[in-house]
Antibody, heavy 123, light 109 residues
Framework: QVQLVQSGAEVKKPGSSVKVSCKSS????????ISWVRQAPGQGLEWMGG????????NYAQKFQGRVTITADEAASTAYMELSGLRSEDTAVYFC????????????????WGQGTTVTVSS | EIVLTQSPGTLSLSPGDRATLSCRAS???????LAWYQKKLGQPPRLLIF???SRATGIPDRFSGSGSGTDFTLTVSRLEPDDFAVYYC??????????FGQGTKLEIK
């Protein structure tokens, strides 16, 4: 069974950047879109963007354009999300997740999720 | 971008009750491309329902989804203590971007 394992919690200063990793334990990593979703304290779920590893092309939510960079390393079966220009409002739990079906690329539900990475932005 | 509005914001019920959660879309969602997730504190979201009415693997039949177009419903029959959580709907008909509703908190009365 596929698992997504994320990197550990981070504490960052305002204005800095954070990079979170998401490693897939199974094969066929490249054929599924990987999305990044965050949840700020007391708030709902928010899609930030995603990537299709086999194509290497990221898609970003408009809100995060210019501040987020999503990449994937097929050989390492790992996706990355880097968020720059951090501010206190970016304090949240960040999740990676995978499309439910191979090849549908953002046209299906998300059935496998990482455990979440807490990012705290504080001076 | 499709906006999803969930109601009610909070639902207070007792174990054994039936819960009905609503998700309304700002425009029609093609092919019923809507999912429901359960979210508990400190855990990742858990997929319950996809394609509006199909249960994900391992989800008990107490959970059911229905609806089409702009109006969708998640029903939980015979609530169990473990069912009290926050529930989110998500559309994937016009994505990216994925969009989520703001959530419905199901709390114990």
């Amino acid at each position: 069974q596929v698992q997504l394992v994320q990197s550990g919690a981070e504490v960052k200063k305002p204005g800095s950047s954070v990079k979170v990793s998401c490693k897939s334990s199974g094969d066929t990593f490249s054929s599924y879109a990987i999305s990044w979703v965050r949840q700020a304290p007391g708030q709902g779920l928010e899609w930030m963007g995603g990537i299709i590893p086999i194509f290497g092309t990221p898609n970003y939510a408009q809100k995060f354009q210019g501040r987020v960079t999503i990449t994937a390393d097929e050989a390492a079966s790992t996706a990355y999300m880097e968020l720059s220009g951090l501010r206190s409002e970016d304090t949240a739990v960040y999740f990676c997740s995978r499309d439910m079906f191979r090849g549908l690329y953002y046209n299906c539900a998300l059935d496998v999720w990482g455990q979440g990475t807490t990012v705290t932005v504080s001076s | 971008e499709i906006v999803l509005t969930q109601s009610p914001g909070t639902l207070s019920l007792s174990p054994g009750d039936r819960a009905t959660l609503s998700c309304r879309a700002s425009q029609s969602i093609a092919s019923g491309h809507l999912a429901w997730y359960q979210k508990k504190l400190g855990q990742p979201p858990r997929l319950l329902i996809f394609d509006a009415s199909s249960r994900a693997t391992g989800i008990p039949d107490r959970f059911s989804g229905s609806g089409s177009g702009t109006d969708f419903t998640l029903t939980v029959s015979r609530l169990e203590p473990d069912d009290f959580a926050v529930y989110y709907c998500q559309q994937y008909a016009n994505s990216p971007p994925y969009t989520f509703g703001q959530g419905t908190k199901l709390e114990i009365k």
